[in-house]
């Protein structure tokens, strides 16, 4: 990525909310990817800003608060940028999808092993495993397929 421009969507802003010429699966796909990056993001961005109210009471667990919540927020702005490059046919932002649920399952598990919160994110898990699956159905790849080899 050189520049700005090249994580802009391939027809602008305009083009971003678009699912025109995809399968089903991946419009309702995108739409998961697309709508769960946003909630990421912008929980992220609420979890930053009430992290700094612990800094007056408690500012080591206040600094690992907004480490966490700064890093929600990363991945939130990354899946929004996969879902609409997977959008275009790309390949490694297919990929990219399929190992956040990944790390979604790991993350869920090492939850859940520490009893931490209500024992894992399983729900978010299984609305991303949702996603993915639709990303590899065969209407899906015969769809990328059809893109060529994009990356």
Known sequence: MSNFDSTRPRNGFAGMFSVAGLPTELKVSFWIWFLGGILGLLGGLLGMLASLVLFAAAPGAAALVLALML????????????ALKMKEGRQWARLALTVLTGVTLVLALVNLAMGVGQGGNWAGFVISLAATVLLWLPNSQAWFAARGNKG
């Open 71 to 82: 890093l929600a927020a990363a991945v939130g702005a990354a899946q929004i940028v996969f």
